[in-house]
Structure formats: C-alpha cells, structure tokens
C-alpha cells in the first residue's frame, strides 16, 4: 500500500506549556491526519533527552520521556484530583522549554505518589502486574534516574563507588532509603506507557501508522551502561575504551566523534542478543514500524579509541547484525517491521543487508541536485518501490532554508525537473509522491512553508536544536494537510 506521512515530533505539539505531550493535541494531530487521508505518523525517538535536548542521545534505551506525561488524562482516570494541577508551573508554549517541561513532570509525578495511597485495589495491582512485566529494565531506570538527583546529575562514574559499581548492599540500602523516590518513577512510567498506549489505539483505529526511530547506540552516561557495564566498551571508573563515531570525509576533516561506548558484541552473541532482543521488543511494541538509526553498524561501525578527541584514527570493524537480524526475523514470523537508515555513503555489504531481510531505505530529496544524473536520490534513479522518501528530515534545513542557500547548479537542476520554483517543500514533496517509492514523507514544517527559523536540528551545533513547536492551533493547519491529502490521493497514495 502506498501512503503519505508527515513527520513531527511530539514535543512540537501545540497546547500545553513546555513541551507537548501525550494529551488533547496529540489526539487532534492524528484526527487531523486521518480526516484528510494521511496514513502515516512518523516521530523522533519517545526516549529522555540529553542535557542539550536531543532524543538521540537518551539516559535510557528503554524509557520514555516525562514531559509527555498529560495531567488532564490523570484526571479523568481518577489518579489525580483537578486541584492537582492547579499548582502546575505555568509557562510559554512557543518554543520547547526543558526546564519548565522537567519541572511540570516532576509536579505531576509527585502528586501520582501522594494520591497512590488512596487508588482502588485493582488500580494499585494494575501497576504492580505492569511493573513485573517491565523490571527487567525499569527498576535500574528508576534507580539511575533517583541517584542522578541525588548525586547534582553528575554522572554515573563520579557517584561513590560501591554505587557507581553496583555493590548489592548499595542497591540494597538505596531501595529502602529512596522507596517512595523509586515508586514515584515507576507511576510516572507506567501512565506514561498507559497514555502512549491509547494515543497508538487510537492511531490504528483511525487507519493512521505510527512510525519510531531508535538510535544505534545508548549513551554512556544512561541506566543501560550503568546495569549492563559489561555488554559496553567502558572500563575502570567508567572510562570509555572504544567510542562510537563516523571517519573524516567531504563534511568534516576529523569526522565526527560521538563519545557513545560501542557494544561488545562477543558477549552480545553469547547472551544471544537478549539486551538488543528486549530493546527492539520494546520499542516495537510501541509502534508499528521502527526505523533503525545509524542502520549500516550493523554490518560495520567505526570504532575509535576511547580517549580520543577526534574520529581520525578509527578503524572499521565488522558486526554481527546478520546474526542478529536473524534471529529476530525468526521472532517475527518471518517479516521485520523495521527501516534501515541508510543515508551517507553506504556500501555494498550494508546494502546487501538491508536487502537480504527485505527493510526499506531512505531517500532524501534535498540531497539529490548536486548535477549528477546518477545521483541516487533522484527519483528517476529508484529501484523498485521499497523505500521512504523524504523532502528532508529532522537533520535537515528546511525546504525554503535549502532553496536560499542552495548552489546556482542545484538550482538550476532543480528547475530543470520541474519547472520554475515558488514553492520549494510542496514542488520537492510532489516529486516524493510522484516516485515509486512506498511511504512520501514530509516535515510538517514544509507543509507550512517555514524557513530555516523552524529548523529542528542542526548536527554539529549544540544552541537552539529541538526547540521548534506549533505555535497555530491544529485547526488553523487543517488546509495545508487538506492540500497535502488531496495531491496524496492523485497520486495513489
């Protein structure tokens, strides 16, 4: 089936101060969606933020992020009493605020622990049969996420040691010291979970799919790293011994250094992959497809010594990602619901891979004027229809940011292609439509014609990155995805 999707982030969702969430809006974002007969719903990883904001480099390979977490539905379960969110902080809800989103969580989050008490019986064993079937990631989480606050967030390798190195009298007393600490994290998971859960109900039941994204790596500061030490490549004290990262070429001199650990793979496939397994579970439990960041390390990853400050002196190492991808088609009846982010340079054992278990690639479309006819971005050079092609992503400079800093020569290729050029996003998303490919994605923020002002991320930098939120109301949207939907259905999708 061929569809058409728009990609935004659930902190970009208008109506809430912070930071958007899994309320109200979000369910007006998918009947919006679904009313002009748009059938796909793509996001940015659900995970906690970094210190900079970014999904992409998340304390927790298993969590999700608190400020999503919807007061009003607490209300309306019964968790909550109207008079508790009286006392919210208030804010502004132009541009993401991590600290007004942190605190407003916090707020929520404790007053789920003081009202818990007093919550029918089978409330309290809904949570308890819930929390069973997640501890095997959740009762770190809860921890590190405790022992981050007490300790001024500083990282896990500058706690006290028998803390940092999990000594089981340590864990011990912290479960007892910090018990209503540790509960309150779990509620707070738990709704949030409840609230995703009935956001994707109502997603499926609207014909909308939801799409996820997972980064490669976890990072090292993360509960992943903290309880699982040795499936990573961290030593003594936590020091990194091998990082992740990509060598120098066109873009950068020195590549780019990542300073997430890598995975130690020996004991990965001893373990028969049961971290990843339980990762990937999860997440796709969460959505109906999931796209694989970084996707090509898991044919090879380059791998750079750990104290290093720059990515020249890597080297590329092979992994065991067939293995892996096996055994998890096995799992799933032999059709992984899974995306290869394949973009950069890929080579020919990456793409064999992606083919050998049938996962789509990525095209983007920005990426295709640079005056060569072969380009494989253009839409003439597709082959075959499995792909998710994009105007851009998340990393990208919007549509109209493109087109004004574009090169004489890609415009002119541009122009030659379609005509003159007045409206960048629409004329780049008519072709992704167009094309042969399977799902034509757009960013919302090429739909409504922004510049660069809306951009959401820009790699490289660390200021003002994941910040851009709607600031309309979703009405006020309805006909730039009215348009959206009909010139989808022309072209079959």
Known sequence: MRRAGVLLHPTALPGTPGCGSFGAAAF?????????????????????????????????????????????????????????????????????????ATLRSQQLAQAL??????????QKQAFETWFRSEEHWLKDHCRFVVLRALHGQKPWWQWPEPLARRQRSALKALDADQADALLREALLQWQLQL??????????????????????????????????????????GGRLQQQSGVPPDYFSETGQLW?????????????????WKRRLERQLAVFDLLRIDHFRALAAAWIVPGQDRTAEHGVWTRTPGNSLLRQLRRRYGGQLPLIAEDLGVITPDVEALRDRYGLPGMKILQFAFDGNPDNAYLPE????????VYTGTHDNATCIGWWQSASEQTRQQLQAQIGGVHAPGWQLLELALSSSADWALVPLQDLLNLGDEARFNTPGTIEGNWQWRLTKPLDAIRGALQGYGQMAQRYGR
């Open 195 to 236: 609230q995703w859960e009935r956001l994707l109900h109502h997603a499926r039941q609207r014909g909308v799919q939801v799409i996820g994204d997972l980064p490669f790596y976890v990072a090292h500061d993360s509960a992943d790293v903290w309880s699982n030490r040795a499936l990573f490549s961290v030593g003594a």
């Open 113 to 122: 622990l003081q009202r818990h008490s007093g919550w029918p019986v089978d």
């Open 259 to 275: 300073g997430t650990p890598v995975y130690r793979w020996t004991l990965h496939r001893l373990t028969r992959f049961r971290w």
């Open 28 to 100: 007006q974002w998918i009947d919006a969606l679904a009313d002009q007969g748009i059938k796909a719903w793509q996001l940015l990883p659900l995970a906690p933020t970094d210190a900079l904001g970014s999904p992409y480099s998340s304390p927790s390979g298993f969590a999700l992020n608190p400020w999503f977490i919807d007061g009003d539905a607490l209300v309306a379960e019964g968790l909550l009493q109207p008079s508790d969110l009286g006392g919210l902080a208030p804010g502004d809800s132009q541009r993401l605020d991590p600290q007004l």
């Open 381 to 388: 050079n597709f082959k075959g229809s499995r792909w998710f």
